[in-house]
């Protein structure tokens, strides 16, 4: 299954994106296993770019928020027509299109689209951690619900470090991830036992990802600007 994953042209992982996937991703979240699982299914230069990404938004998310924020929005916009592309037999000009309309409307907005990039990484993480501490899936949404409202209200309270926290979360799960995807295409290393290590202790990924994320915050707060600037220049 990995060796088939590498042969997968990167804009595939647009079109394997379903909206009934992501129909149940936000009614139940996703797994630790299914997430290991996508790792394991990884093109090769997805993972190398999910490094390259996390790197960026741990370190210099503070200062090119805007751009970060701008392409996550495209990213998405993207995403969204390759949805409606597949149904219209253009796939591409859709995908164009949208990513270029997201873009186009975050950027005259950015504090709005900072407090809707909060709001989805707080639904992200309020999921994760709901599933983490082996709750009913079935009402996963709620967990999501709690950290969505309270991350996008805090961007709008306490904006600098809401940018930091935001950039910096979002940069550890690149970075946790491709470092994940990268691993499980080394021919000497045994995919199951990496597997079974993180099924037995299921905190081990997400203490990871917060302890890589507090890092990022130190960082962009050790050389970061006032808050002045930061709202000026939103």
């Known amino acids: 299954m990995a060796t088939q994953a590498t042969t997968q042209p990167a804009g595939a992982v647009l079109n394997d994106i379903h909206a009934g996937h992501i129909v149940e991703a936000l009614r139940t979240g996703v797994a630790q296993a299914d997430l290991l699982q996508y ?47 597949e149904h219209l037999g253009a796939v591409l000009p859709a995908a164009i299109i949208g990513a270029f309309a997201a873009a186009t409307v975050t950027w005259p907005l950015m504090k709005y689209a900072v407090a809707v990039m909060g709001g989805l990484i707080g639904a992200a993480l309020g999921m994760s951690l709901w599933r983490s501490f082996g709750l009913d899936p079935n009402f996963a949404a709620s967990g999501g619900g709690m950290g969505l409202i309270f991350f996008g209200m805090l961007s709008f309270i306490l904006f600098r470090t809401s940018v930091m926290m935001f950039t910096s979360l979002q940069g550890s799960m690149m970075l946790i991830f491709g470092i994940l995807g990268v691993i499980y295409k080394f021919n000497g290393i ?8 993180l099924s037995v202790s299921p905190f081990i990924m997400p203490m990871t990802v917060a302890f890589a994320a507090v890092i990022g915050i130190i960082y962009q707060n050790a050389n970061g600007e006032d808050e002045a600037k930061v709202e000026k220049k939103a």
């Open 39 to 85: 790792c394991h299914e990884m093109n090769s230069a997805v993972a190398v770019l999910l490094i390259a990404g996390g790197v960026i938004f741990l370190l210099y998310g503070f200062y090119a928020f805007k751009a970060l924020v701008t392409i996550n929005a495209a990213i998405i916009g993207a995403w969204l027509g390759v949805l409606v592309g």
């Open 190 to 197: 045994e995919p199951q036992l990496i597997d079974s290590k």
